[in-house]
């Protein structure tokens, strides 16, 4: 399954592929999304088709629920699972106190539901991801269609009074038009530079109208499972 990979997909695959072992028969288990996290439901599928593993996944988005059904993985909706036994998903950044931040792939509101909806959350990533300080990954902030450039300007006023180096937010976009999340709404990167202070960031930006959610994970994530190149794996 692994080919012959680039050594920065290679550090994906290894810490996936760890990660994928600590999925157990019975375990309702939400499933990320992005780069890494398709590593993962590919080796969930291997595991489902050469082991028997039966376990049911509850997606983040879209795309990873499409590729959970092609590689035979039993999908259900967050609805139907209520609570889950363990998130594994990907990182834009994760530093020491294992706070991260997510959404580079457009699908943090999901992610960070369902991360929260479960007992354990572990992010899998390759070592480039690790930090001192968030912030030089612009930070995704879901916003609503409905006056975003309101919300924009809102979210600029905001960070005049936050301890960042940055105030930009930028519209993502998808070619000409706007970026569209799974939930219909839009997203704002904020290029910020340097975080001082996450948790305080997180709270106040939920508090702006039309913003849905900010791709900061402060206590949600347990553990980190780190890929290498050269196929080492450390877990935090
Ligand atoms: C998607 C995410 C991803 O987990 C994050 O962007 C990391 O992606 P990748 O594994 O492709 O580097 O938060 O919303």
Known sequence: MSGELSPIDKAKFVAAKRAAEFVESGMRVGLGTGSTAAWLVRCLGERVREEGLRFRGVPTSARTADLAREVGIEVISLD?????????????????NLSLIKGGGGALLQEKIVATASDQMVVIADAAKEVETLGAFPLPVEVIPFGWPTSQALVEETLVSMDVMGRSATLRMNGERPYVTDEGNHILDLHLGRIGNPRQLAMVLNQIPGVVENGLFIDICDQVVIGYSDGRVETR
């Open 80 to 96: 139907e699972a209520r609570w889950l036994d363990l998130t594994i998903d990907g990182a834009d950044e994760f530093d020491a």
